[in-house]
């Protein structure tokens, strides 16, 4: 079993926690938490050993060897940072970090200390849907681009219409639609067709000042792809890719629960429907598998193959951001 370390007590680390329930291959040993008060809660209902308020002596004294960051976007790198100089696995929610500077720093960290590995949790990718995708995509005669959709109205949202400004939807912790929903669809047209040579990105700016919703454009040599993303209006279109006359049709980009090939003459065949118990469980299948025998020469393929796409992946969003003259409190500095 690896012993796991959390930060975080949101919904997200739940989910994930209960994914770690069902794989077992995880023991969730240690939680961390700014009140102390949260950090036991969360460690009773999970049958954590033990809690901590401090950030220092949770990596100093903690009993685990892999940590999972779900704290506010702006707060990963510093955190990610820690767990490598200690010695310990990070699997960091989505986005990884901020700025192309941090993940170089994360990256040169991580040569410095080859027995750490780091995963950025992107669960779409991980799903045999996903597979599914790429499969299909691979026996297309002709691509000619694709569409990405995936625009979820955030209950968060109902507290910045009436003055507040939650983590998510704050530049201070580098929030916004891009930063959160938008990762997945970028994580779709990275892990599907490579880098883009150009990207633009088209905002609606919120009174918060970070993107609501979005619209990227990504130009590459023979196509393009369209990032369609929002955290502030719901969407029920579907995603596509297309090809001459069939195409690929996909339910949802992040959920990706439905997949479905029409060919030139319109017939349809379902290629995708796997629905797992908990949308976390195959990326948490694939980490564990990597952390428990890293020198496997498929694991080490795949755990090379994710690090690297996550680098391009960081680097995509940021230039979406520079593009659209998004900048975080503080990010200059």
Known sequence: MIKLGIIGTNWITQQFIDAIKLSRKFDLTSVYSRHDQTAKTFAAKNGAQETFTDLNAFFTKGQFETVYIASPNSLHFEQAQMAIQHGKNVIVEKPAFSTQKQMAKIQALLDENPQVLYFEAARNIH?????????????????????????????????????????????????????????????????????????????????????????????????????????????????????????????????????????????????????????????????????????????KHDYDYWRQLSVYVNKLIYNLRQDAHISFVGEKK
């Open 127 to 299: 799903t045999e849907n996903f597979h599914a995708i790429e499969k299909k995509l691979g026996q297309l005669k002709t691509v000619q681009g694709a569409e990405f959709t995936y625009s979820k109205y955030s209950s968060r949202y109902d507290l910045v219409l009436e003055g507040e400004e939650p983590n998510v939807f704050s530049l201070k912790y580098a929030g916004g639609a891009l930063q959160d929903l938008g990762v997945y669809t970028v994580y779709d047209a990275v892990a599907l067709f490579g880098m883009p040579e150009e990207a633009a990105y088209y905002p609606q700016l919120i009174r918060t000042g970070v993107d609501g919703k979005g619209t990227a454009i990504l130009q590459y040599p023979e196509y393009n792809v369209t990032l369609n993303f929002s955290k502030i209006t719901n969407s029920h279109m579907t995603s596509e890719i297309y090809g001459l006359k069939d195409l690929i049709e996909i339910d949802d980009a992040g959920e990706i629960n439905a997949v479905i090939y029409i060919d030139d003459d319109r017939n349809k065949q379902v290629i995708g429907n796997t629905i797992d118990e908990n949308p976390m469980l195959p990326e948490v299948e694939d980490f564990a598998r990597v952390i428990n025998d890293p020198k496997n020469p498929q694991n």
